[in-house]
Structures are given as C-alpha cells and as structure tokens.
C-alpha cells in the first residue's frame, strides 16, 4: 500500500536556501509542498484554510514576522498544523523559545535531508519529534500548562541554586566553585534532577526551570 504524503509549507527569509529545499523535497514521494514562504507575515497571507499544511519547517531570524511569532500565531489559529523549527542556532535559548512558542521539534540545517523526511513524517503523525537537542519530556514539559503540578516543590535549596546556575553561561566547574561544592557534588546534583524529572540535558535543565519561572530569559 503506498504510503500517505504529508502536506508541508516552509517558511524561511534565505531564497537561495528556500527554493534549494523545495527543489530538494520535490523529489520526495512521501511529501507535498502546499506553498513557501519568505517570513510568517507571508505565510499568514498565504496559508489556507481549506489546504492546510500538515507540519510547517519554520527558520527563526526572519524580518517582518519572525519564527517565533510565526509559531505562536499558527499554533493558535490552526492548532492541527505542526511546526517543525529549521535553524542554524544549537544554542539553548533560540531552541527554549521555539518550543515555548509552540513548536514540536527542531532541527538544524544541516542536517541531511534524510533526518529531515522523518522529522516531517515524525512530527505529522505523533506531534513531537525527539533527537538530540529535544526529548519528549522537556517539549510535553514546557507545553504542559497545569497550575496544578508544581514539579519546582520538589527540588531541594541546594538543587534550586544549582539549578539557576546552569542556566547561566557558567560551566558546571565554575557552579562548583560558585556553590563552594566539589565538581562530585554537582555532578550528583546534576543526575538526581535528570533522574527526578526524566532531563537527559543541560538544555532539558534550563527548559524545566522556565516551565517552573524559576528564571527569566
């Protein structure tokens, strides 16, 4: 039985980047691109309502409306449409903004184009897509909006300042001389949240604690 092509739309300001990618899914049996766009303001023009993409790849620095309006906005007028983050940033901070802005995964650029396809396919079937930048826990983390849960009760004072650290600049050595603790102890700090809270990553640290606003960005 063939299999079902998923409808897509990018949205990036990069032509040579843009229309490169089109070329390059066009030759892909599992997908249909519905349209590109050059920022989110031409994707507001653009998308339609009676065609809607299933999983949107978004890049972030765009001029007019950027990635992370972008998603919001989509997420919020057409809740069924997944956005896919498309960057060239691995840093904390653009990631932890995309997917507090709704995104259900993020990948880099340079990625092959094989990861690619099954980001896409991933994503249009579960919402989500998980490698090594993202986990499961910490996007349905930061999604979660329960007032209810208050995950940050069950952090020690030791952990909480810990945790405020590594989401500084700061490498875990200088926490630990920060802290006046041994590098052991941070380290036990460390694997007692990962373990505590399902967090694989230094990222997945920084994510729980604006979920909990334990910091600002």
Request: aromatic share 8%; hydrophobic share 40%; with cysteine.
């Amino acid at each position: 039985m063939e299999e079902k092509r998923t409808a897509i739309a990018i949205v990036d300001d990069h032509t040579l980047f843009r229309k490169g990618l089109v070329s390059l899914l066009t030759e892909s049996d599992q997908l249909d691109i519905l349209f590109d766009a050059a920022n989110g303001l031409d994707m507001k023009q653009m998308i339609n309502a009676e065609l809607l993409p299933e999983v949107i790849l978004m890049d972030i620095n765009m001029p007019h409306m950027d990635g992370y309006a972008a998603t919001k906005w989509v997420t919020k007028t057409y809740p069924s449409v997944k956005v896919l983050a498309l960057s060239m940033f691995d840093e904390d901070k653009p990631i932890i903004e995309m997917l507090k802005s709704g995104a259900g995964g993020y990948l880099l650029k340079e990625s092959k184009t094989t990861e690619l396809v099954t980001a896409i396919k991933t994503i249009a079937a579960y919402g989500y897509y998980m490698n090594n930048l993202v986990s499961e826990k910490l996007i349905k983390s930061l999604h979660d909006t329960d007032p209810a849960r208050n995950e940050a009760s069950e952090i020690s004072a030791n952990e909480l300042k810990f945790l405020q650290l590594s989401c500084s600049e700061m490498t875990y050595k200088e926490i630990a001389n920060k802290m006046n603790l041994s590098p052991h102890t941070i380290d036990n700090y460390r694997e007692a949240l990962f373990h505590k809270f399902e967090i694989k990553s230094r990222t997945g640290l920084v994510l729980f604690a604006i979920k909990n606003e334990l910091i600002q960005l």
